[in-house]
């Protein structure tokens, strides 16, 4: 999206009608650099900030470290039979996740639309943390643990992020403590300020990067504080969302609720390899074995322009699909987005036209996802 196409504020909702919204630890902050939030999971995320552009936000994450307290929110589940639970719940074997591991779910629907998508952490042999995407999630799994032994709740933690190429230099710092080990997708806990807390190396961007878990007993401000004055040698600053949106594009990350909703299935936007089909069991699982194989969702690049989001795309003036995401990228200096196509599928390389922010229709390229570092060497930290 860019930052026309987001529903954004600059200021919490007053008394009365906050009984349902959560501010997290750092709004007053960002406040002073005068920051226009969006809504996500009933929560605030910093969109953008009058202080800095969003290509310098997005600069942060390619160059040196960009942060950003996200809207994410955690559910927590756990006692005998939490794997069991959610091996039911998610479409991939859960069995599979190791302890002090992190694994990439979807969960789904009986008819295998989306309900959302989300990072699983395994805390030990019977306690997950689920920090799940913008959706309802806790009750789906609270009603479907009727019949297990099993305890669902929401924890009040909030995350944040430390994304970029300096991101490790300065956890290193902070924790002083060995981390070659500590490896793309792994969790662990961290003492930071004579404070335990859970950090994991995953991200909304493929860059090198962590995430960091706070909970109602950490001492927020410290913490961050702490983080910041470390960073500030390496070039540490706010990102905010319009920063991240390019960023994430160009790595095919996807977006609950504009790349996909209920109405598509995992293999339809490019997650089939996350669906597991060989497993006894999990909801969704029939509709999933019985349905096309295909995707339809692919990248797009623009040399004229930046795609729409919600926009049209055309071949030989037929609409063949929608445009689910567009942004400027300053490191391929053009417009990068998604199309959903309706019916057939576009060739890789093919040429169609598509609808852009400025309101032109200009010649756009599908290409396949994630744009570049199809291995994800750089979030693993070997690029």
Same mark, same amino acid.
């Given at each position: 999206?860019?930052?026309?196409?987001?529903?954004?504020?600059?200021?919490?909702?007053?008394?009365?009608? %906050?009984?349902?919204?959560? /501010?997290?630890?750092?709004?007053?902050?960002? =406040?002073?650099?005068?920051?226009?939030?969006?809504?996500?999971? *009933?929560?605030?995320?910093?969109?953008?900030?009058?202080?800095?552009?969003?290509?310098?936000?997005?600069? #942060?994450? *390619?160059?040196?470290?960009?942060?950003?307290?996200?809207?994410?929110?955690?559910? /927590?589940?756990?006692?005998?039979?939490?794997?069991?639970?959610?091996?039911?719940?998610?479409?991939? #074997?859960?069995?599979?996740?190791?302890?002090?591991?992190?694994?990439?779910?979807?969960?789904?629907?009986?008819?295998?639309?989306?309900?959302?998508?989300?990072?699983?952490?395994?805390?030990?042999?019977? *306690?997950?943390?689920?920090?799940?995407?913008?959706?309802?999630?806790?009750?789906?799994? =609270?009603?479907?643990?009727?019949?297990?032994?099993? #305890?669902?709740?929401?924890?009040?933690?909030? !995350?944040?992020?430390?994304?970029?190429?300096?991101?490790?230099?300065?956890?290193?710092?902070?924790?002083?403590?060995?981390?070659?080990?500590?490896?793309?997708?792994?969790?662990?806990?961290?003492?930071?300020?004579?404070?335990?807390?859970?950090?994991?190396?995953?991200?909304?961007?493929?860059?090198?990067?962590?995430?960091?878990?706070?909970?109602?007993?950490?001492?927020?401000?410290?913490?961050?504080?702490?983080?910041? /004055?470390?960073?500030?040698?390496?070039?540490?600053?706010?990102?905010?969302?319009?920063?991240?949106?390019?960023?994430?594009?160009?790595?095919?990350?996807?977006?609950?609720?504009?790349?996909?909703?209920?109405?598509?299935?995992?293999?339809?936007?490019?997650?089939?390899?996350?669906?597991?089909?060989?497993?006894?069991?999990?909801?969704?699982?029939?509709?999933?074995? #019985?349905?096309?194989?295909?995707?339809?969702?692919?990248?797009?690049?623009?040399?004229?322009?930046?795609?729409?989001?919600?926009?049209?795309?055309?071949?030989?003036?037929?609409?063949?699909?929608?445009?689910?995401?567009?942004?400027?990228?300053?490191?391929?200096?053009?417009?990068?987005?998604?199309?959903?196509? =309706?019916?057939? !599928?576009?060739?890789?390389?093919?040429?169609?036209?598509?609808?852009?922010? %400025?309101?032109?229709?200009?010649?756009?390229?599908?290409?396949?996802?994630?744009?570049?570092?199809?291995?994800?060497?750089?979030?693993?930290?070997? /690029?």
């Amino acid at each position: 999206m860019t930052k026309s196409d987001r529903a954004t504020v600059s200021f919490s909702p007053g008394q009365g009608w %906050d009984y349902g919204f959560i /501010e997290h630890p750092f709004v007053e902050e960002e =406040k002073k650099k005068g920051v226009r939030y969006c809504v996500y999971n *009933r929560r605030l995320m910093a969109v953008s900030f009058e202080t800095k552009t969003n290509e310098e936000g997005y600069w #942060n994450l *390619r160059k040196t470290a960009g942060t950003l307290h996200t809207g994410e929110h955690t559910i /927590e589940i756990n006692g005998p039979d939490s794997t069991k639970l959610l091996d039911l719940i998610f479409t991939r #074997n859960i069995h599979k996740t190791k302890i002090n591991k992190c694994s990439y779910q979807i969960a789904c629907y009986q008819d295998g639309g989306i309900i959302t998508d989300g990072v699983l952490l395994k805390l030990s042999d019977d *306690r997950y943390w689920y920090a799940q995407a913008d959706g309802d999630l806790f009750s789906w799994i =609270k009603a479907h643990s009727l019949n297990f032994d099993a #305890n669902v709740f929401v924890p009040k933690n909030f !995350i944040s992020q430390v994304q970029g190429p300096n991101s490790l230099k300065i956890l290193k710092e902070l924790i002083d403590v060995n981390i070659d080990e500590f490896k793309y997708y792994n969790h662990a806990e961290f003492n930071i300020c004579g404070e335990n807390i859970i950090i994991s190396r995953t991200g909304y961007t493929n860059e090198l990067g962590w995430e960091i878990y706070f909970e109602e007993h950490h001492d927020y401000h410290k913490i961050w504080n702490k983080i910041n /004055e470390i960073g500030e040698k390496y070039g540490i600053g706010s990102s905010g969302l319009d920063s991240f949106e390019p960023r994430r594009i160009e790595a095919g990350i996807l977006n609950a609720g504009s790349d996909f909703n209920e109405t598509n299935n995992p293999f339809q936007i490019g997650l089939g390899t996350l669906v597991d089909l060989s497993k006894d069991n999990f909801i969704g699982k029939e509709a999933l074995l #019985n349905t096309s194989k295909e995707t339809y969702l692919l990248g797009l690049q623009c040399d004229n322009g930046t795609p729409k989001w919600k926009g049209n795309v055309y071949k030989n003036s037929l609409h063949i699909g929608n445009i689910t995401c567009g942004a400027y990228s300053p490191f391929l200096m053009k417009g990068v987005g998604y199309v959903n196509f =309706k019916d057939s !599928i576009e060739e890789i390389n093919s040429t169609v036209q598509i609808e852009c922010i %400025d309101g032109s229709l200009q010649d756009a390229v599908v290409v396949k996802l994630p744009m570049y570092d199809e291995e994800k060497k750089i979030p693993r930290g070997l /690029e």
